[in-house]
DNA sequence: GTCTATAAGGAGATAGAC
DNA sequence: GTCTATCTCCTTATAGAC
């Protein structure tokens, strides 16, 4: 934001209105009116409106959800597993409430069904990463014995179909308070979660 | 269907491309031409494209989940609370699977942050009711001591999140197969659920 | 209840001056 | 890189004949 960049600001922009009108119902001249530029300057960084939306999904693309969540410090906490569990979730709560993250998850949900260029936008493609990193979580747990011998598929299954439902559940509301009270549920079913699991 | 009344038949193509584009993705003429008559004639049943939607939310209220699935078949199984829970879920899958149902959960997830003639569309509705039923059921299992003592809101939390995160995944994909595999990872947790609660 | 004709405006996109 | 001006097409919606 130091040395505003006017393509960063258009894909920027076109993020508020896509996500909240959806592809269709955002227009280039809405988009390039809140910029602050006319319609054919975004020509200039762009050759077409799918072009910005393809740009959003490349940067939406290239994120790591293992490495903005899992860092060492709380692969620390690993010998406290169901501490571990709770600051997982929390995190991960966290990172998907900020700002550009719950863009991209209002996007995703809307655009999902209707191709534009072709490209796949799908939620599978969405929680796949958290269900890899929860599977090898709940192996490593009942290697080690500190979690029953389920299977850790359908551990790591429940355990994002959880989050996901409260999370989808909690993408309309914009007051800055609801976190807490999502966090709050989230805590309450990650305990809960984790007394039935462990050994 | 024997008596073709264009009005319905508005409604029900209007859906059709709604739950396909989107309500901004979709327009009269497209509507008009699968109907089977010219845009101006639409203004003969709908005084805006904005009311068509409303007709269509108007009828996807008025259903009720618990009617459709919860009839008096099912509940003589309860004495089989296994087999139960399976039925239940295998009912309530086909019955979001049903042409109609799909169109309308993914026409919910589009246009839920829109707001499209201030009408309110949320997926916490959608599930609401799922949910209620959900700790009924639970709470009346541990009531006659059939599962353990866990809090029913949160067991009808995790039921209910599971069934959706499935569901929703499996709303992009058109294949008439599809549904038995849905329906086979949904027996697989189910049965997880049961063995994990059950006394 | 459907048609033709048309209005009025917004959409995406381009040309060429500065 | 941004501007003005313009093109072409599509949008919702209305008027009035049949």
Partial sequence: ????NTKKL???KALDYFSNHGYAGASIRQIARAVGIRESAIYNHFKSKEDIFL???SEYKSRSLTKKILND?????LDNPGKFLQDFAGRLVNYWNTPNER???RLLLMEQFTKVGSLELSVSEYVNELR???R???????KNNIAKKYDPDILAEQFTALLFLIRTEHLSRE???DINIVLEIIKKHVSFFWNSIKV
Avoid: Q, R, V
Wanted: aromatic letters at 10%; hydrophobic letters at 50%.
């Fill in 132 to 134: 890899g990193i929860c």
């Fill in 136 to 142: 090898l979580i709940f192996s490593e747990m009942i």
């Fill in 1 to 4: 934001m130091k040395y505003p």
């Fill in 10 to 12: 258009i894909t920027e």
């Fill in 55 to 57: 740009a959003i999904l």
């Fill in 73 to 77: 410090e709380l692969l620390d906490e």
């Fill in 175 to 177: 007051e800055k308070n």
């Fill in 103 to 105: 863009k991209f998850i």
